[in-house]
């Protein structure tokens, strides 16, 4: 009797033992089961996963490879209660228990948070919540407010895990967010087919509501495999603003989480495309010294090797002012709602002693946050490009409303794809059923 409870004395001295040992090292002992069920459920379609014990949200994790490998799980913190956050870092591995990793074990460390300092003063700003652990080569993450919580949590897969040095697309365009059931789809299937023309072969598109017609234009598309639909639904976590200005427009946060969609997109597709484009869905980045936006790249970055940023300036078409002749005032357009932008052809002189604002052409490996005008943080020198090599075309409600046409500058650019661009609209038009 005493030899048998001197072992089971023994036994769980050992068990203890190597709990704490674990502990120590920050590994979290788990039911292999049970942990294998929480790291297969599906991640949710609404983008958007509450970090548990808080306010803040995730979005999506990378891998970071300029980082040392740390984990960069794309956030949207309420700055004012920001506490302290933890990492759960989970291998998961299905098809055995060899390899670089044990199967389903999770290690636990303290979380760096970084707010990106451009937030427009909203309560919640968009960050980056960093995660770091030598121990394991995770496959999933989690934050928490607590260090030990596994059961609660809800796990993002980490991307990015393997360093790419050629591309699947060599320009990909990132667009902000659609909202407020937006329904401009004349003009959404124009600037695709202008996008095509000058070398994009990608577009991203963050969707929080549009309309009917613009349903059927985004499924076309996608369909067709040159758009990527993100849904965005921020509005059932939060209350984002119509603006960027809280006192104009208050809310949560800026202008539907545009920064968030911005540097989501850049890490979503550091290792699929060559450069990204950064802009709104009614703007087009325009080169107008070269046919195409490759060429424009291959000249800039000669010019400009180290560079990893290049700003294009942002010049207003006005919606109000037609062109006179009527050329594009195409009958079978007539019942396709949105704006028809190849008939405002004029544009709006600089305004004294104001700075143009300018979008940006980027080499995403050489960036690691955005704001919505300028990089907020990246490697080598930001390059302003010339208007007269490349600018962007805005056509929208005007900032000089009071000029007439005769004090505009008649620009045709858009005109110089007539051939190929019309025909390409209807069939766009066509095959999205309207």
Same mark, same amino acid.
């Not at 048998?4 to 040992?21: D, I, P």
């Not at 999770?106 to 919540?129: L, M, N, R, W």
């Not at 005007?398 to 620009?411: R, S």
């Given at each position: 009797?005493?030899?048998?409870?001197?072992g089971?004395l023994?036994?769980?001295?050992?068990?203890?033992?190597?709990?704490?040992?674990?502990?120590?090292?920050?590994i979290?002992?788990w039911?292999?089961?049970?942990?294998?069920?929480?790291?297969?459920?599906?991640?949710?379609?609404?983008?958007?996963?509450?970090?548990h014990?808080?306010? $803040?949200?995730?979005v999506?994790?990378?891998?970071d490879?300029?980082?040392?490998?740390?984990?960069?799980v @794309?956030?949207?913190?309420?700055?004012?209660d920001?506490?302290?956050? *933890?990492?759960?870092?989970?291998?998961?591995?299905?098809? /055995?228990?060899?390899?670089d990793?044990?199967?389903?074990?999770?290690?636990?460390?303290?979380?760096q948070?970084? @707010?990106?300092?451009?937030?427009? #003063?909203? =309560?919640? #700003?968009?960050s980056?919540?960093?995660?770091?652990?030598?121990s394991i080569k995770?496959? $999933?993450? /989690?934050?928490?407010? $607590?260090?030990?919580? @596994?059961d609660?949590?809800?796990?993002?897969?980490? $991307?990015?895990?393997?360093?790419?040095?050629?591309?699947?697309?060599?320009?990909t365009?990132? &667009?902000?967010?659609?909202?407020?059931?937006?329904?401009?789809?004349?003009?959404?299937?124009?600037?695709?087919?202008?996008y095509?023309?000058?070398?994009?072969?990608?577009?991203?598109?963050?969707?929080?509501?549009? #309309?009917?017609?613009?349903?059927?234009?985004?499924?076309h598309?996608?369909k067709?495999?040159?758009?990527?639909?993100?849904?965005?639904?921020?509005?059932?976590?939060?209350?984002p603003?119509? #603006?960027?200005?809280?006192?104009?427009? =208050?809310?949560?946060?800026?202008y539907?989480?545009?920064?968030?969609?911005?540097?989501?997109?850049?890490?979503?597709y550091? *290792?699929?495309s060559?450069?990204?484009?950064?802009n709104?869905i009614?703007?087009?980045?325009? =080169? *107008?010294?070269?046919?195409?936006?490759?060429?424009?790249?291959?000249t800039?970055?000669?010019?400009?090797?180290a560079?990893?940023v290049?700003?294009?300036?942002?010049?207003i078409f006005?919606?109000?002012?037609?062109?006179?002749?009527?050329?594009?005032?195409?009958?079978e357009?007539?019942s396709?709602?949105?704006?028809?932008?190849?008939?405002? &052809? *004029?544009?709006?002189?600089?305004?004294?002693?104001?700075?143009?604002?300018?979008k940006?052409?980027?080499?995403?490996?050489r960036?690691?946050?955005?704001?919505v005008h300028?990089?907020?943080?990246?490697?080598?020198?930001?390059?302003?490009?010339?208007?007269?090599?490349?600018?962007?075309?805005?056509?929208?409600?005007?900032?000089?409303?009071?000029?007439h046409?005769?004090?505009?500058?008649?620009?045709?650019?858009?005109?110089?794809f007539?051939?190929?661009l &019309?025909?390409?609209?209807?069939?766009?038009?066509?095959?999205?059923?309207?």
């Amino acid at each position: 009797m005493k030899q048998r409870y001197l072992g089971l004395l023994a036994g769980v001295c050992t068990f203890t033992v190597s709990l704490l040992m674990w502990w120590h090292r920050g590994i979290i002992p788990w039911d292999q089961h049970r942990l294998s069920v929480l790291l297969d459920q599906p991640k949710t379609a609404d983008t958007f996963t509450r970090i548990h014990g808080s306010k $803040h949200l995730m979005v999506s994790a990378f891998k970071d490879h300029r980082r040392n490998g740390a984990i960069r799980v @794309i956030s949207i913190i309420k700055r004012q209660d920001l506490q302290e956050l *933890y990492c759960v870092l989970c291998v998961h591995n299905n098809a /055995s228990t060899k390899g670089d990793g044990a199967l389903n074990q999770c290690v636990s460390s303290k979380a760096q948070v970084e @707010i990106h300092s451009d937030h427009y #003063g909203f =309560p919640y #700003g968009t960050s980056d919540v960093f995660c770091t652990s030598p121990s394991i080569k995770a496959t $999933h993450v /989690s934050i928490s407010t $607590h260090s030990n919580d @596994i059961d609660s949590l809800k796990y993002l897969p980490i $991307h990015n895990k393997e360093m790419k040095e050629s591309f699947k697309y060599s320009f990909t365009v990132c &667009i902000s967010n659609l909202f407020g059931e937006y329904k401009n789809a004349l003009q959404f299937v124009q600037t695709m087919e202008v996008y095509k023309l000058i070398g994009i072969q990608r577009v991203v598109i963050y969707n929080s509501s549009c #309309g009917p017609d613009v349903e059927k234009v985004l499924k076309h598309y996608s369909k067709e495999g040159t758009l990527e639909v993100v849904p965005w639904p921020i509005d059932k976590f939060l209350k984002p603003s119509h #603006g960027w200005q809280p006192a104009e427009s =208050p809310g949560d946060l800026h202008y539907y989480g545009q920064l968030t969609t911005l540097n989501e997109c850049i890490y979503r597709y550091m *290792y699929q495309s060559r450069y990204l484009l950064l802009n709104d869905i009614d703007e087009i980045i325009m =080169p *107008y010294k070269h046919k195409s936006l490759g060429d424009l790249m291959d000249t800039l970055q000669k010019q400009h090797p180290a560079s990893g940023v290049f700003n294009i300036e942002n010049h207003i078409f006005p919606k109000t002012q037609f062109d006179d002749s009527g050329r594009f005032s195409r009958p079978e357009w007539k019942s396709v709602p949105g704006l028809n932008i190849l008939e405002h &052809i *004029y544009r709006e002189p600089d305004r004294k002693n104001v700075v143009n604002p300018t979008k940006m052409i980027i080499d995403p490996r050489r960036v690691e946050q955005t704001s919505v005008h300028t990089m907020l943080k990246h490697f080598g020198p930001a390059i302003k490009v010339p208007f007269d090599v490349c600018h962007i075309i805005h056509v929208r409600v005007p900032l000089q409303g009071y000029l007439h046409k005769d004090q505009l500058y008649e620009d045709k650019k858009l005109w110089e794809f007539e051939e190929k661009l &019309i025909p390409n609209i209807n069939r766009a038009l066509n095959e999205s059923g309207l």
